[in-house]
């Protein structure tokens, strides 16, 4: 995500205006301004056209040189449903490019396609990323277009002769639509077609012989569609073709040999079908990418395949190839996957010795021997290497500690032995790895726990000796540590507090006492410690682990004494040892079915991280002074405490306060309406100061009274997740709040930051429902959100959020302000549909961005990727809902998946397009406590 997207563009357009329209002379002819003000007038906000200025100067209008002609419109991303204006555009008859992409049509009126198709130099149309519905129109006149993109849109029915009339047509992009029935071939003039992309599509039967008479094709995309039958065995004719996609379909035979005339085809990717055959030597000679990945290809990998100097990545992943791996490699060559087929034969020291820029490396799953080839070090990009599930043999080359861009080594079940060497521990940027089922032994390298960036860690099943390093406390960021099945001895160190999936200690030989600092494991759910010769009763604190739902003890037969209560959702495993369970007959702790679903809403504050990176306070720091250099003379006219907390009154000190506001250093945070600066107070307590921001001229002269008193009204809330005002400076023209400050910073930059559990997730959906439910809840006024916004929620802890930004729906009125309605109300991607047209901010409103926030939660997702909007994505992909949520948290277990689809349905509601069809925030909250 870009960090500059929230420049309130306001300001940028008053700058537009001031500064650039005077230049702008209006040679326009009248019949051209005329139709562009009625055009103008037909549009609703946001379009930003406004009449006093010459049409030449308003956003995405282009005129030709002279200004005396238009040439171009876009009208991108306003959220357009209605299309009636789409045949005024036709009578632009200069007109060249049309781009109307990414808004909310649904229809393309008849109209539209008749007059546009009179305009004799109409080259563009662009209709991607709308809703588009029903069969795709037919286009008569047209003569000139050479690009029609209506990809992302749900058009549907089978392409017959719709598109034979665009003789001129060099680009068409269907993409991501619902087309069925085969391949249109009748797309024009065949000699002028370049690119073809029909790619996420539901074509099926043959590719068809009449495609390879368009021999100007350059970009054929057929890719997810579910196309059968063999590639052409002349698809060579296509001399031109550059990249040819054919992945995701059902296609089968041999991978014709004719591909290799293709001397500009430079990227062929054709995985995930059901290709037979060998790979053709040969196949490489001409290609930068080659993709088979997922067929059944067989037969030994030519030997030359990796050798042509500008191959930069091959995957032949998941085949059924044998033979040794090329020995000759590519030194631009930057991924290589040959994972999951019959490879015997060494790993060729000799191959890395020139290939610098190999980043992803996979022979992971094959019949590899020998040892894992020292000269690999030279391999100074390496980012993964996965070489596991093979008969390697050996020790660990040392020299491998010098890959030090490597975030994932996967080593595990070859036949590795001698001791971890310590030159593991330079792997600064390690986030996995593993080494388990090999016969690795010495004791595990204090060295180990330097790897500040861990996620996984597994050593399982070796023969590791000696104790666990006390250190391991450092792995700040370990989310499983697997360390069963050795010989480690002495007493149980204390854990890293963040470990969630499992800890897993058992069968070795740990001896003492199970530590009462595991208490503190919030987020851990398997706690397994069976077979050690643990001693001593089970802390009591371990009843504190609420996310726990299983605690494996069995076989350590010294442990003693009674059982805790434990929570009634985790299983307690306790067979061969001394243990006594007293709980009573009708609550059995052992081996009960673990079904119920668990966890109420644990709010309980844990350790705190802060987590802002220094290079995004960097970069709120130059858009503030790109953005907001000339409001900055602050004149202070008041200032007061509204807090009756005495501790706060005695500690916030104003003189202070606005010293800290004065250095940018001081900036913490951004949301969309405001800055937080830090501000240390004479006691040395921290507190946060806000800065509305003022290119909205919040403070008309004459309102500052007014302003005092809308926040003591805030400032009364009493609920634990909204964030309350304690005192306000107020100067010429913004205003300064403070409130307690917030260590960890908004939830934004939390959830897009680093890993949140689930347990975090689903209690801080619960905490903002309850903010909202009460904000919302004051039934003759209830207070909106203008800007509801995983940024503008603050985390108390990782389990507790606070609603921030409360206030600003009622300091700046949206319909007086300076920017345009939809500029004003909120951020993108939590905007609902209907503020386009009904310029009111609602409950139902409010609700729809909650949906949204619901949705970051559960796809770890920002609300916006590459202009396309989470909710648009979701919703396209609400077939499939495993794949929409989070990987890294519905992993975690099948009770946290089920939570997870049962949140996703509540998330979809809330993001209705019908505001009726929303429920309150109470009913939300309802219905989220009822999914825990
Ligand atoms: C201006 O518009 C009128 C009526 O719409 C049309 O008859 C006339 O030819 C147009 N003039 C030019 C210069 O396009
Ligand atoms: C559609 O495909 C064309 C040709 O490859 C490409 O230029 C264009 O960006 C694509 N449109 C979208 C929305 O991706
Ligand atoms: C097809 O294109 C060629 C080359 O540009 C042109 O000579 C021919 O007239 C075109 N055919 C049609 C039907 O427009
Ligand atoms: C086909 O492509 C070639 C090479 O780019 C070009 O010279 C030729 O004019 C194209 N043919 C048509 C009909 O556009
Ligand atoms: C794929 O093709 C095979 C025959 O090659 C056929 O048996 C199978 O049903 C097809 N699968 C789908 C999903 O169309
Ligand atoms: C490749 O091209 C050569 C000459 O251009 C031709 O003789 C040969 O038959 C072609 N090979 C295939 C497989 O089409």
């Given at each position: 995500?870009?960090?500059?997207?929230?420049?309130?563009?306001?300001?940028?357009?008053?700058?537009?205006?001031?500064?650039?329209?005077?230049?702008?002379?209006?040679?326009?002819?009248?019949?051209?301004?005329?139709?562009?003000?009625?055009?103008?007038?037909?549009?609703?906000?946001?379009?930003?056209?406004?009449?006093?200025?010459?049409?030449?100067?308003?956003?995405?209008?282009?005129?030709?040189?002279?200004?005396?002609?238009?040439?171009?419109?876009?009208?991108?991303?306003?959220?357009?449903?209605?299309?009636?204006?789409?045949?005024?555009?036709?009578?632009?008859?200069?007109?060249?490019?049309?781009?109307?992409?990414?808004?909310?049509?649904?229809?393309?009126?008849?109209?539209?396609?008749?007059?546009?198709?009179?305009?004799?130099?109409?080259?563009?149309?662009?209709?991607?990323?709308?809703?588009?519905?029903?069969?795709?129109?037919?286009?008569?006149?047209?003569?000139?277009?050479?690009?029609?993109?209506?990809?992302?849109?749900?058009?549907?029915?089978?392409?017959?002769?719709?598109?034979?009339?665009?003789?001129?047509?060099?680009?068409?992009?269907?993409?991501?639509?619902?087309?069925?029935?085969?391949?249109?071939?009748?797309?024009?003039?065949?000699?002028?077609?370049?690119?073809?992309?029909?790619?996420?599509?539901?074509?099926?039967?043959?590719?068809?012989?009449?495609?390879?008479?368009?021999?100007?094709?350059?970009?054929?995309?057929?890719?997810?569609?579910?196309?059968?039958?063999?590639?052409?065995?002349?698809?060579?004719?296509?001399?031109?073709?550059?990249?040819?996609?054919?992945?995701?379909?059902?296609?089968?035979?041999?991978?014709?040999?004719?591909?290799?005339?293709?001397?500009?085809?430079?990227?062929?990717?054709?995985?995930?079908?059901?290709?037979?055959?060998?790979?053709?030597?040969?196949?490489?000679?001409?290609?930068?990418?080659?993709?088979?990945?997922?067929?059944?290809?067989?037969?030994?990998?030519?030997?030359?395949?990796?050798?042509?100097?500008?191959?930069?990545?091959?995957?032949?992943?998941?085949?059924?190839?044998?033979?040794?791996?090329?020995?000759?490699?590519?030194?631009?060559?930057?991924?290589?996957?040959?994972?999951?087929?019959?490879?015997?034969?060494?790993?060729?020291?000799?191959?890395?010795?020139?290939?610098?820029?190999?980043?992803?490396?996979?022979?992971?799953?094959?019949?590899?021997?020998?040892?894992?080839?020292?000269?690999?070090?030279?391999?100074?990009?390496?980012?993964?290497?996965?070489?596991?599930?093979?008969?390697?043999?050996?020790?660990?080359?040392?020299?491998?500690?010098?890959?030090?861009?490597?975030?994932?080594?996967?080593?595990?079940?070859?036949?590795?032995?001698?001791?971890?060497?310590?030159?593991?521990?330079?792997?600064?940027?390690?986030?996995?790895?593993?080494?388990?089922?090999?016969?690795?032994?010495?004791?595990?390298?204090?060295?180990?726990?330097?790897?500040?960036?861990?996620?996984?860690?597994?050593?399982?099943?070796?023969?590791?000796?000696?104790?666990?390093?006390?250190?391991?406390?450092?792995?700040?960021?370990?989310?499983?540590?697997?360390?069963?099945?050795?010989?480690?001895?002495?007493?149980?160190?204390?854990?890293?507090?963040?470990?969630?999936?499992?800890?897993?200690?058992?069968?070795?030989?740990?001896?003492?006492?199970?530590?009462?600092?595991?208490?503190?494991?919030?987020?851990?759910?398997?706690?397994?410690?069976?077979?050690?010769?643990?001693?001593?009763?089970?802390?009591?604190?371990?009843?504190?682990?609420?996310?726990?739902?299983?605690?494996?003890?069995?076989?350590?037969?010294?442990?003693?004494?009674?059982?805790?209560?434990?929570?009634?959702?985790?299983?307690?495993?306790?067979?061969?040892?001394?243990?006594?369970?007293?709980?009573?007959?009708?609550?059995?702790?052992?081996?009960?079915?673990?079904?119920?679903?668990?966890k109420g809403i644990s709010v309980h504050v844990t350790?705190?991280?802060?987590?802002?990176?220094?290079?995004?306070?960097?970069?709120?720091?130059?858009?503030?002074?790109?953005?907001?250099?000339?409001?900055?003379?602050?004149?202070?006219?008041?200032?007061?405490?509204?807090?009756?907390?005495?501790?706060?009154?005695?500690?916030?000190?104003?003189?202070?306060?606005?010293?800290?506001?004065?250095?940018?250093?001081?900036?913490?945070?951004?949301?969309?309406?405001?800055?937080?600066?830090?501000?240390?107070?004479?006691?040395?307590?921290?507190?946060?100061?806000?800065?509305?921001?003022?290119?909205?001229?919040?403070?008309?002269?004459?309102?500052?009274?007014?302003?005092?008193?809308?926040?003591?009204?805030?400032?009364?809330?009493?609920n634990s997740n909204v964030m309350?005002?304690?005192?306000?400076?107020?100067?010429?023209?913004?205003?300064?709040?403070?409130?307690?400050?917030i260590?960890n910073?908004s939830l934004?930059?939390v959830l897009?930051?680093?890993?949140l559990?689930?347990g975090s997730r689903y209690s801080i959906a619960v905490g903002v429902a309850q903010g909202l439910s009460f904000l919302?809840?004051?039934?003759?006024?209830?207070?909106?959100?203008?800007?509801l916004?995983s940024?503008s929620i603050m985390l108390k802890s990782l389990k507790e959020p606070q609603v921030g930004?409360v206030?600003?729906?009622?300091?700046?009125?949206?319909?007086?302000?300076?920017?345009?309605?939809?500029?004003?109300?909120?951020?993108?991607?939590?905007?609902?549909?209907?503020?386009?047209?009904?310029?009111?901010?609602?409950?139902?409103?409010?609700?729809?961005?909650f949906?949204?926030i619901l949705?970051?939660l559960?796809?770890?997702?920002?609300?916006?990727?590459?202009?396309?909007?989470?909710?648009?994505?979701?919703?396209?992909?609400?077939?499939?809902?495993?794949?929409?949520?989070?990987?890294?948290?519905?992993?975690?277990?099948?009770?946290?998946?089920?939570?997870?689809?049962?949140i996703?349905?509540?998330?979809?509601?809330?993001?209705?397009?019908?505001?009726?069809?929303?429920?309150?925030m109470?009913?939300v909250l309802?219905?989220l406590l009822?999914v825990g």
């Open positions: 995500m870009g960090r500059f997207e929230y420049i309130p563009t306001s300001f940028l357009s008053i700058l537009f205006i001031f500064c650039f329209c005077p230049m702008v002379l209006s040679l326009l002819s009248q019949n051209q301004t005329k139709t562009m003000i009625n055009l103008s007038k037909n549009l609703p906000p946001p379009v930003p056209w406004n009449a006093s200025y010459p049409p030449c100067s308003w956003m995405g209008v282009d005129c030709d040189p002279t200004n005396s002609s238009i040439v171009g419109i876009s009208l991108i991303r306003y959220s357009l449903s209605a299309s009636d204006f789409l045949p005024l555009v036709c009578k632009i008859q200069t007109l060249e490019h049309f781009d109307v992409s990414n808004n909310r049509l649904s229809s393309v009126p008849d109209g539209f396609i008749t007059e546009c198709g009179k305009i004799k130099g109409l080259k563009k149309l662009n209709f991607s990323g709308n809703m588009l519905g029903g069969d795709l129109p037919s286009f008569h006149g047209f003569d000139a277009l050479e690009s029609l993109d209506m990809s992302f849109n749900n058009l549907e029915g089978s392409i017959g002769i719709q598109l034979d009339g665009l003789v001129s047509l060099k680009s068409l992009n269907l993409t991501s639509n619902n087309f069925g029935g085969s391949i249109p071939t009748k797309l024009g003039n065949s000699t002028v077609l370049e690119h073809l992309v029909l790619s996420v599509n539901q074509f099926g039967g043959k590719i068809p012989d009449e495609l390879l008479s368009y021999e100007n094709l350059t970009e054929v995309d057929f890719r997810a569609n579910l196309l059968s039958g063999s590639i052409p065995s002349n698809i060579g004719k296509l001399s031109n073709l550059e990249s040819l996609v054919l992945s995701s379909n059902n296609l089968t035979g041999e991978i014709p040999a004719s591909l290799f005339n293709l001397t500009k085809l430079s990227r062929f990717e054709a995985n995930q079908n059901n290709f037979i055959g060998p790979v053709p030597p040969g196949i490489t000679n001409h290609l930068t990418s080659l993709d088979l990945s997922f067929n059944n290809l067989s037969g030994p990998i030519p030997e030359d395949l990796l050798s042509p100097s500008q191959l930069q990545a091959v995957d032949l992943s998941n085949n059924m190839l044998n033979g040794s791996v090329p020995t000759n490699f590519s030194p631009n060559l930057f991924r290589l996957r040959f994972g999951s087929n019959h490879l015997s034969g060494n790993i060729p020291p000799g191959a890395f010795a020139a290939v610098p820029n190999l980043t992803y490396l996979e022979l992971d799953n094959n019949d590899l021997t020998g040892t894992i080839p020292a000269e690999l070090e030279s391999c100074r990009k390496l980012a993964l290497l996965n070489l596991a599930q093979n008969h390697l043999t050996g020790v660990l080359p040392p020299l491998l500690g010098n890959l030090t861009n490597l975030q994932v080594l996967k080593l595990q079940m070859n036949k590795l032995n001698g001791a971890i060497p310590i030159e593991i521990g330079q792997l600064h940027k390690l986030s996995i790895l593993n080494l388990s089922w090999n016969s690795l032994g010495g004791s595990i390298p204090s060295e180990i726990t330097n790897l500040s960036s861990l996620n996984f860690l597994n050593l399982q099943s070796n023969n590791l000796s000696g104790s666990i390093p006390t250190s391991i406390e450092n792995l700040k960021f370990l989310i499983e540590l697997q360390l069963g099945e050795n010989q480690l001895s002495g007493v149980i160190p204390s854990m890293p507090w963040n470990l969630q999936a499992s800890l897993n200690l058992s069968s070795n030989h740990l001896s003492g006492n199970i530590p009462s600092s595991f208490g503190t494991l919030g987020s851990l759910e398997v706690l397994d410690l069976s077979n050690n010769k643990l001693s001593g009763p089970i802390p009591k604190e371990l009843t504190g682990m609420s996310s726990l739902t299983q605690l494996l003890l069995a076989n350590n037969a010294l442990l003693s004494g009674e059982i805790p209560k434990f929570s009634q959702h985790v299983e307690v495993v306790y067979s061969g040892t001394g243990l006594i369970n007293n709980t009573s007959p009708d609550n059995p702790i052992a081996n009960r079915p673990n079904t119920v679903s668990k350790i705190l991280i802060a987590i802002v990176a220094a290079s995004f306070v960097f970069g709120i720091v130059i858009q503030l002074v790109v953005s907001r250099k000339n409001c900055w003379q602050p004149q202070f006219i008041q200032s007061n405490l509204l807090t009756p907390n005495a501790i706060h009154k005695s500690r916030i000190h104003f003189g202070k306060a606005m010293e800290a506001v004065a250095d940018t250093s001081n900036v913490t945070l951004k949301t969309r309406f405001s800055t937080y600066y830090t501000a240390i107070m004479p006691s040395g307590s921290i507190y946060f100061i806000k800065k509305l921001d003022c290119s909205n001229k919040i403070l008309p002269l004459g309102s500052h009274d007014k302003f005092g008193k809308e926040l003591e009204v805030f400032a009364k809330l009493n309350t005002p304690l005192a306000y400076v107020l100067s010429i023209d913004t205003a300064y709040i403070l409130y307690e400050y260590s910073g934004y930059d897009h930051g680093s890993m559990d689930w919302h809840g004051f039934a003759s006024s209830p207070i909106l959100l203008l800007d916004s940024k930004d206030e600003l729906y009622h300091v700046i009125n949206p319909l007086k302000s300076t920017g345009n309605f939809s500029e004003v109300v909120g951020s993108v991607g939590y905007i609902p549909p209907e503020y386009a047209y009904t310029m009111t901010v609602t409950i139902a409103g409010n609700v729809y961005s949906g949204v949705l970051e559960l796809t770890g997702e920002p609300p916006v990727t590459d202009g396309k909007e989470l909710v648009k994505w979701v919703l396209d992909h609400s077939t499939n809902p495993q794949y929409i949520l989070d990987f890294n948290v519905s992993r975690s277990s099948q009770e946290v998946r089920s939570q997870m689809l049962a996703l349905k509540i998330a979809l509601v809330c993001v209705s397009t019908s505001p009726k069809a929303r429920p309150n109470n009913t309802q219905m009822n």
